[in-house]
């Protein structure tokens, strides 16, 4: 099965086709479990039964506090199936910004896993509206036990109808700006993500993918959970990244195909005794995104796992909307052409009513029936980021060359002008992972007294011993003068997020906290 239209507007009913041709089929395998496809539908109905019985139902938010476990799944489903809202939950957050994130949404149910309790405990503290709380793989004296209530539960539960344009999800953002914003979701985004992704991937029924990223976040949960249940793969479930249990999962399972952030796919590739004991040879295709990949990571991927290496572009607002094709040509260092059904533009910085060439930086905007509805209860936020006719404003910084190929430059944000210069990091971090001692780098802003800002890089060393003058040097031999790092601090290795990405806010507020001066006064320096 290599794709279908969605069977139904409810998008609760993603495996129901799979569950149909396939049900003795694993669906999920995690640890002792492997859940088949007729099990997967029968819990999901009992699932959608038992939200209902709590007064589940059209509008009503449900919010999911779960590390990896394989009842993430129907619980997510079957919220949907009963015509609600779920609202999958960043563990990592603290019981504030969680209780916040209740709070906003409105949820009146909480499902949480049994390793969350404590944190679950905080989080009814400070959110009135929850009015349920069910604990999911134990129980507690505040919460009815899931595992024992769905077993009493009948499955004969009739998918609640809804509108293609219903709301289906609420995605909370990072908050990096301030408090979390919730990405509304409808059905039909979510029916078109699921279908795009396993058909520009080329997945099918005999795909098994590993998941080994939090499934609350986009990376596993869209280019890994969605797509599988959508063509009847097999999940293999991990309860988080560790590089060599990662690999040993590899050997074991026989996985065809995983996703994961580049941060993930260069710790794997450090693990070089496990990489030669294990198998790992099943692997078909991996997927690299959710962060700005340096092309010496792809080129290092291809050699060492010898399958397709695909890298992707996509935001929680617009899905997955720039790949590189499974087929055909590849570009190394492009993120690839738009998905099918994908509209782009890249429009000037300065003059939103201009197309940027091709070889010019300009921000991507996008527009595809992925798009959010916007942001609940946030008409402001959504009117600057969604275009009256459409169209979203991503943040992000790209150029397109004249096959139409997509080259990232970095996001908006990240973008550093010095002295009426625009640097972005990504093309000063490509020059410098050039370098041989250079095993990881990120490059960010730091105050400069004369020309406002300028780049400074955070490295990884490799092996043999590396000066900063020497990465310096590296750079003004390859790149512009006004680009160069002006100072270069080394690392053991570069801190991640609670999503696995390159978390650049630790170090521009580490770089602050270094230089609480800037960069500029010491005219002995080449600044």
Known sequence: MTGHGPISSNFGELALVAATLYPEKPALVQDDVSLTYGALEERTRRAASLFASLGVGPGVAVVLLFPNDWRFAECLLGVLRAGAVAVPANIKLGADTLAYLAGHSEATVLVVHESLLDKALEVLKSAPTIRHTLVVGGDAPFAVAYDE??????????TVAVEPDTLALLMYTSGSTGVPKGCMLSHANKWFQARSSARVMLHDEHDRALVMGPLYHANAFWACMLPMLFVGGSLVILPGFDPVPVLQAIDAHRPTYTSGTPSMFSLLLEERDALAALDVSS?????CGSALVPEELMSALTAQFDCDVVESYGLTEGGANVVTPRWGIKKLGSTGLPVPGVEIRVIDVDDPDRDCPPGEVGELWSKSPANALGYFKDPQTTTAKFTPDGWLKTGDLVRRDEQGYVYIAGRRDDMINCGGENVYPKEVETILLQ????????????????????PVAWMVPRGSSVTEQEIKDFFLQRGPAYAHPRRVFFLDKLPLSSTNKLDRGKLEADVRELLPRGLGSNRATRD
Do not use: R
């Open 435 to 454: 370098h041989p001692s250079v095993a990881d780098v990120c490059v960010v802003p730091a105050a400069h007294s004369v020309k406002g800002q300028a």
């Open 149 to 158: 209530a769905l077993a009493q539960t009948s499955p004969e539960f009739a």
């Open 283 to 287: 692997i078909e295709l991996l997927l």
